[in-house]
């Protein structure tokens, strides 16, 4: 189960690799939503699914995993939804800038500081006439580069003490995790 906020580029991203890789995963969208909302809807979901599976006494009802994909943004409540996410078991894909920024990785390293616009004008240049959807069939054979860019990313933050710093995101721990379940 994926809940997310953007209403375009998250939903269209995640559907197109749950067909490109033929993957079981559900999709929940809150428009407008910030990560506090996300996440109670994500728990909500997780605690129904379990509700479902124990009445029909089928575990196959239970999601493997409940993931929240959501930018940093300004939510001032933030930490306090990341941490309602880890005591739920509810994993967590933030980027920061924004969700574009899984794309950009596709294509070229970043450490430097990027604003959003800067980020989405970079994707435009790497894919011409990019708008809010991203062609995962396009961005599919440069995969294993953005997840070594994204790890990459992540050990440096992590060895200055800077996690979840601009730019950093954790997309591709969750697509990892679809991939993972595609191969079986």
Aim: charged share 30%.
């Amino acid at each position: 189960m994926i809940v997310c906020e953007g209403e375009v580029t998250e939903p269209n991203y995640f559907n197109d690799l749950k067909h490109l890789t033929r993957s079981l995963v559900d999709l929940e969208i809150e428009p407008g939503g910030n990560p506090k909302t996300l996440v109670e809807l994500a728990v909500g979901l997780k605690k129904t699914a379990e509700k479902d599976a124990k009445r029909s006494k089928d575990e196959n009802l239970k999601y493997d995993a409940v993931w929240c994909v959501f930018d940093v943004d300004e939510h001032p409540r933030l930490a306090e939804a990341k941490q309602q996410a880890r005591d739920n078991g509810i994993k967590v894909a933030v980027s920061n800038p924004c969700f574009e920024l899984w794309a950009l990785l596709h294509f070229q390293d970043q450490r430097r500081h990027i604003e959003r616009d800067e980020v989405r004008r970079l994707c435009r240049h790497y894919m011409p006439g990019y708008e809010k959807r991203l062609p995962c069939e396009t961005l599919l054979p440069m995969y294993p580069d953005a997840v070594r860019r994204c790890v990459d990313l992540e050990h440096w933050h992590q060895t200055r003490g800077t996690d979840g710093n601009n730019p950093s995101t954790g997309v591709h721990r969750l697509t990892e995790e679809i991939m993972r379940a595609a191969r079986g």
